[in-house]
């Protein structure tokens, strides 16, 4: 089973020493005041909990669900400006997921989160980040920031 800290190494070190290791903490990723609307689609309730807290604390508005039919039900009662999904879902994949999102909000940016090999992802027929797990708090960040 995947732990938290194996997903966000540098968020281990941070809640064990309250601290980055020295560092000066993240920005908000939207320094502006846009905040963007994230929905998250992780089964893994820990990874959930951290991706959602992290997003957070980059100044963003988040929503975290379990499975892809949640999500279906998370976007016809709220709109996102993101999916930020696992690929490997119970039920409906990450990727059949991003499928009907993007069926009904072609805007929607996608980010998956994987701790499996990229091929089936480097095929995709719709624009998508992909964040290889573990991934740090930068490259979420980063992930984020980036426009279409």
């Known amino acids: 089973m995947t732990s938290p800290s194996d997903i966000f190494p540098a968020a281990r070190i941070e809640a064990e020493s309250g601290s980055r290791g020295g560092a000066d903490p993240a920005p ?3 320094a502006d005041g846009a905040a963007l ?3 998250v689609v992780e089964d893994n309730i820990d990874s959930q909990v951290m991706v959602c807290e992290l997003v ?3 100044g963003h508005r988040v929503r975290g669900v379990d499975d892809g039919e949640q999500a279906l039900d998370a976007m016809r009662a709220e709109d996102f ?10 039920g409906m994949s ?10 009904d909000k072609p805007g929607m940016r996608v980010i ?3 701790g499996y090999g990229k091929e089936a992802l480097e095929r995709l027929d719709f624009p998508a980040r992909i964040l290889r797990k573990p991934y740090d708090l930068q490259e979420l ?3 984020l920031d980036q426009r279409a």
């Open 81 to 90: 400006d993101v999916l930020f999904t696992d690929v490997s879902l119970p």
């Open 141 to 143: 960040k980063a992930a």
């Open 94 to 103: 990450g990727i059949a997921l991003a499928r009907l999102a993007l069926r």
């Open 56 to 58: 957070g604390m980059l």
């Open 37 to 39: 609307n994230i929905l």
């Open 112 to 114: 998956f989160s994987t």
């Open 28 to 30: 908000p990723a939207v």
